[in-house]
């Protein structure tokens, strides 16, 4: 599977955004630029308990986004500019799984994310394999009941005319799709595990509100969104 940038000016023509719409695609040209706007953005807690599953369209005028908007208004995006539009999909065992947007440059592979969790957000483009970069996020993954059991990147072009991109209502689809999708395993050690669940309750035990940014291999993080570094 190519993860290449294509060349090509997008799938879309211009007359298919509004002009909101065309402005941010115009602008945001770059996965870093994607990243640095989807931090600005309050992540979408649901609140309310009404779930929402919304398209690079729902996510621009509603102004939030979840880890799987996020991905989504990335996917978009990126693939107007010639990006495919790759997801890498989570798997945990406190079924709170996530999903990033996956990219290639030249031979490396980088991520655009959002969280609620800092480690979770984007990856700078120089991970060898998919598998490397999902990798990335096992030890962040760890908090009071997550960890990671394994991951899929699925292109988002096996959904076929089904109209992920900028439908006005929600997207299930999309979310039914990649949790059916066949995951590759991730291992952990259970000493592992263990000591780093302890860190992060103790970190949280010692500063409430806050959560953990001291993993190894942040220098291969792109930037995490403001809220974290308060």
Known sequence: MSGGKKKGSGVFPDAFFSARERRLVATLRTPLAVQRYLNRLPYNNEPGGRATLRSFRGVVRHGCAHCLEAALFAAIVLEQHGYPPLVLSFESIDQLDHVIFVYRRGTRWGSVARSRDPGLHGRRPVFATPRALALSYADPYIDFTGLVTGYAVVDLRVMGNYDWRLADTNVWKVERMLLDHPHIPIASSDRRVDRL??????????????????????????????????
């Open 197 to 230: 669940r302890a860190r992060y309750r103790a970190f949280r035990a010692q500063y409430p509100g806050k959560k953990p940014l001291f993993y190894r291999g942040r220098d291969r993080w792109t930037e995490v969104p403001p809220e974290f570094l308060i």
